[in-house]
Each structure stands twice: as structure tokens, then as C-alpha cells.
């Protein structure tokens, strides 16, 4: 319980959601209806805010047959279960298959969002592996809004800063998406950044640099509702490689904590590191210290 109240305060301090990726210490990766129960159960009990669900829930839904026969139920008692417990919902994929069959995965990924009233649809834009990256931006922003306009969806979809140098989602790239789309919003994932770029992420300068471009590019507003990705990463050439836990990162978690609170920001701070939530529970010392 002690735990709990220490996790609450921090958030309310910091004005931000805290939450975990893909599961709990207990239940890593959500796999079934089951599985995510018991993980809401487990961040309520520390405190935590938000869950972003993972793709391996999502995935014996085919079609709008198998998600409104066959889950739908079951969707509907994560989303109340949820609800109950003040816990954020998103809902995340990172591979997405290439035509013809995207534009029929997205909107399924879209449809259950809105069932599960999420708050956002978090995907990579790398649709288009295999053509120059400025024709696939280009084809991306057809696509998603293509998608919104068919859909009308209540859901936002989130463009997520991407790890490999050779793919399609540096900064600059979810800004560009993100401004020539609709019902969309950047997700500032800081591994993929900091891999991305070899380890530049080395001062609180460079984080309120990369703040202060979304700010200045997508507006004002981003602040009161942003949706970040925070972890430890191991990179090299090729940009970022596995997640680690944060105490073992070069990667300073303090930086971005004061740049919250620099920019008076809100909204939302998902942690994805191996040990889930209790690798957070663990920093509550340093993390109330930061806040203060």
C-alpha cells in the first residue's frame, strides 16, 4: 500500500501517467484475456496508470467477424476492468504486413481500440520496407489518412519514433507524418531515439532540443497531452538494439523527468524494461527525489 500512495503522489507531482509496456513482472508479454487481467491487477496494486497492450493480444482477430463474435466480450472486460481502476489503455504493434493486406490490419487494429476505448493506437511507419524512405513517408501519409477519413474513428493513431537508421521513423519523420495527417499524434519512444542516433541523448539539453522541435512543429498543445516510450537500449551501427533496465542505460531518465517539469508538460510515461513495472517500483526513491 505504501507503494501504491508513493507511486500515485509521484504522478500527480510530475503530472503524468505512469505506466508499463506489454505486461507486468509476473505476466511479461499479455498473450490472452486472462493475461491482461491479471497485469491490470498487478500495476493497480503498485500504482501505475497506464498499460500500452502488445500485439500478441490482438492476434487471432483476423477480421471484424472474429473481433465482434468471437473477443468482443472479452475486449469489453478489459476496457471496464480498466476503467475501474483509473489504468489508460493504448494498444501497440510494431509490425504491420505490406500491401495488400495493411489497410484491412489497421483498420481492425482501429476498430478494437475504439471498443476498448484506447487512448491511442501506437504503430511504426514502416509499412513500406522496400522503397526509398521519402516515397514510403509519402505512402504512409496516404494510407493513414485514407484510413481516419473511411473510418471516422475516435481513436488517435500514434506515429512511434523507430530504432533502425534504415527505416522510416526518425523525429523528423513522425513530426512530418504527424503534420500531414489527421487523428494522429507523435510517440516519443527515447530508446529508439537514443539508439537511433548512437547515444546522443547525453544531456537534459538534448532531450528539451527534441521537445521543443515537436513543440514548435506540432503545436502548443502537445504539451498538455504527450505520449512518451522510455527504457534503456544497447545500440550500435545500425542504430537500437535490445532494452535493458534503466540503471544499467547511459541513458539518463532524470533528463527528461526536468523537462517535463520544465515545460509544464502532461500526459503520459510508458516505461518498457525487462522487469516491467517492478523495475520502476525500484527507482520510487530516486524518482520521488526527482519530482519534488
Known sequence: MLVRKKCLKIQERLGMRIGAAYGSSSTPVI???GDALKVLDDLYKVGFRALLLPKELFENINDMTDLYKEHYTNLL??????SKYNIELSIHTNALPEEPMLGDKIKIYCNIA???DARTFVLHPTFYPTIPQEQALRLVVYKINEIVNELRIRTKIGVETTGRIDELGSVEDVIDIVKRTTRTEPILNWAHIHGRSSGMLTSEIDFRRIIDKVRSEVGQQWLRDAYFIFSGVSYGPSGAGKHKAIKNS????????????????????????PNREMDIVGMLDELADMVR
Open 31 to 33: 498473450s490472452s484475456h
Open 77 to 82: 472486460k478489459i476496457k471496464t476492468i480498466a
Open 114 to 116: 475504439n471498443v476498448m
Open 250 to 273: 547511459n541513458m539518463n531518465l532524470e533528463h527528461l523527468i526536468k523537462n517535463i517539469q520544465t515545460f509544464n508538460m502532461r500526459g503520459t510515461l510508458i516505461f518498457e524494461t
